[in-house]
């Protein structure tokens, strides 16, 4: 159980509602086990009339009636009693699964852009429902009836030893048994929960990118292989899982088997006793409901170690997410500001993941308000540039500065917070366009709204929707065209009002002349902004205060247009050829 030991922290937290929950199992349990020894004494009155010894039948009928009563008043306060404890245990583990995924997300907001490279959507959406659901029960059932199972043993077992010792020695032989057996298949299930989440998590993975990619998916006509593939992991997962439940399945059977033994002791053993004049006929029957009793703890031993071995397996892989040490970190505590100054020093970044060098040694300056067009080939480093500048990564050498700070020394959330981002593949939320628009500036009012959706030239579009700016879109904003899509996410960085904005291809799906009116009105909403243009078009580049041609990492050339259109190169080249295409 070491994996679960990192949320022990929660036992801590919710101490009060354990603390209670164990007093009211505890108080539960000890009225349940009161019933056997008033069953006792009912049998035994009821042979000591056949004996003789007591000859008044109303006096035994008395007795009998005033058990009965008991019985009922025990069985009804423990029934309470017990709802309490589900109400305290239950409860506190619902709490605790609250907590912990929303520990889970936070982590996943910290963990920097390479994580999310490396790993599946949905392998993460399972660790945080799935492995999270698993958890939740080590906290709760198994809690709760590992209670039950302790007091109603110890107690029981105490009293069994009160009464006859030597029939308690025999009724308890099979539980040495039973715990061996216990240990050698909860390894076993340990082992197999951790391939069955595994594979869970594939299908999860699956099943969303296939969703994700269902447009692909139709216009290839691909779907019985998808479907094909898709039996093929769903066997493979059937298979995982029935060679867990065949471990799984054999505790209570097992269980059965051993207290059936039990029973068949008490029996024997207790019948031989009962003839040789040494227990009264009571004291047999008290041990069988004593057995019976505990039938259902011992048997819920083999239940509950499943429970806490899928626990613990499931508890390790959220671990695995949970120890990792965001890339980028947050040093600094003061505020920042940005002015909009921006400096490349000697910089290079090599991706780790793919080894990849996307920049050498690139250097440059951007002055507050200026706007800097970014052009090369698809692969030299345009983007990166920019995820540099927003701390997506950080630099493998060289440093970058804002406002002649270096970024790293800046304060992370207030750096991101004063940049205004249009990626270049516009992500939008199922929810209405007016909460895309104002996503990250909410309390805005809607006039600002409308004016941001009139610069990114979308506002005509948005009011032939039906229910205009309150339409909500499908998901990842399937709903728009990939132009309206592309001017959604423009509004959006707009709105924001920041400091920096940066524009990475946002206009590729938009023609030339809402181009044209986009442009003019961009020039207009960012006079006083440091703007970053990424572009494989001239037309979004050419009033740019400068313009850096980039290829493979490397900045080739630098200037501005007129001085770039008059040098060979890169940007004489496609401005020659997009001309000429403009004119054909």
């Known amino acids: ?94 709490l605790i699964e609250f907590d912990l995924k929303n520990e889970i997300y936070q982590q996943y907001q910290r963990l920097s852009l390479n994580f999310y490279k490396k790993n599946r959507t949905g392998d993460l959406m399972n660790r945080i429902s799935e492995d999270v659901s698993k958890v939740r029960m080590y906290f709760g059932p198994a809690i709760m009836y590992s209670l039950n199972m302790i007091v109603l043993f110890i107690v029981g077992f105490t009293q069994m030893l009160q009464i006859d010792p030597k029939l308690t020695m025999y009724t308890l032989l099979p539980f040495p048994i039973l715990s061996i057996s216990i240990f050698i298949l909860s390894k076993q299930i340990n082992k197999r929960s951790t391939i069955v989440q595994q594979y869970l998590s594939k299908l999860t993975t699956y099943t969303q990118e296939f969703f994700s990619g269902i447009n692909v998916v ?152 200026e706007t800097i067009a970014l052009l090369g080939k ?51 939320f199922s929810d209405t366009i007016e909460n895309n628009i104002k996503f990250g500036k909410d309390n805005t009012e809607q006039d600002r709204i409308i004016d941001a959706a009139k610069n990114a030239v979308v506002h005509d579009n948005i009011v032939d929707f039906p229910d205009g700016y309150q339409t909500v879109l499908g998901e990842r904003g399937v709903t728009l065209s990939g132009g309206q899509k592309q001017r959604v996410s423009i509004a959006r960085a707009i709105l924001k ?8 291809d946002c206009l590729s799906a938009v023609d030339t002349e809402t181009e044209e009116k986009i442009l003019t009105n961009l020039d207009r909403v960012s006079r006083g902004k440091t703007t970053f243009i990424i572009s494989h078009r001239v037309s979004s580049a050419k009033n740019a205060d400068k313009i850096l041609v980039l290829d493979e990492g490397v900045i080739v050339q630098q200037g501005t247009h007129n001085q770039l259109i008059n040098m060979d190169g890169y940007y004489k080249k496609i401005y020659t050829e997009q001309l000429l295409e403009k004119e054909i």
């Open 218 to 369: 139709k216009s290839y006509g691909i779907e019985k292989a998808v479907i094909a593939n898709f039996d093929t992991l769903v066997d493979v997962s059937k298979e995982k899982n029935i060679h867990l439940y065949q471990v799984q399945a054999l505790f209570f059977p097992l269980m059965v088997l051993l207290i059936g033994i039990s029973n068949i002791i008490v029996l024997y053993v207790g019948g031989q006793q009962y003839i040789a004049g040494e227990i009264k006929i009571g004291v047999i029957a008290e041990f069988f409901l004593y057995v019976n009793i505990l039938t259902w703890p011992v048997a819920i031993v083999g239940w509950v170690t499943s429970i806490i071995q899928q626990a613990e397996a499931s508890q390790q892989r959220i671990n695995e997410f949970l120890e990792q040490i965001p890339e980028i970190q947050n040093t600094a505590k003061s505020n920042t500001e940005l002015k909009g100054k921006v400096v490349f020093k000697d910089v290079s970044l090599v991706y780790d993941d793919t080894n990849i060098t996307a920049l050498k040694s690139v250097s440059f300056t951007v002055n507050p308000g």
């Open 497 to 504: 009002d920041p400091s920096i904005l940066i524009f990475d």
């Open 378 to 428: 698809t692969g030299s480093g345009k983007s990166t540039v920019i995820n540099l500048i927003s701390r997506l990564y950080d630099v493998t050498t060289g440093e970058v500065l804002l406002d002649d700070i270096n970024i790293k020394d800046c304060n992370l959330y207030d750096v991101r917070n004063q940049i205004g981002f249009v990626p270049q593949e516009p992500f939008l």
């Open 1 to 94: 159980m070491k994996a679960l030991q990192y949320v022990n922290k929660y036992f801590i937290k919710y101490k009060w509602r354990l603390f209670f929950g164990i007093i009211i199992t505890v108080l539960s349990k000890l009225l349940a086990l009161k019933i056997p020894v008033i069953i006792r004494n009912s049998i035994n009155v009821v042979e000591k009339y056949t004996e003789g010894t007591v000859t008044d039948i109303h006096e035994v009928k008395e007795e009998l009636l005033y058990n009965v009563m008991v019985i009922i008043g025990i069985t009804l306060v423990a029934g309470f009693l017990t709802f309490l404890m589900r109400q305290t245990i239950i409860v506190m583990s619902r």
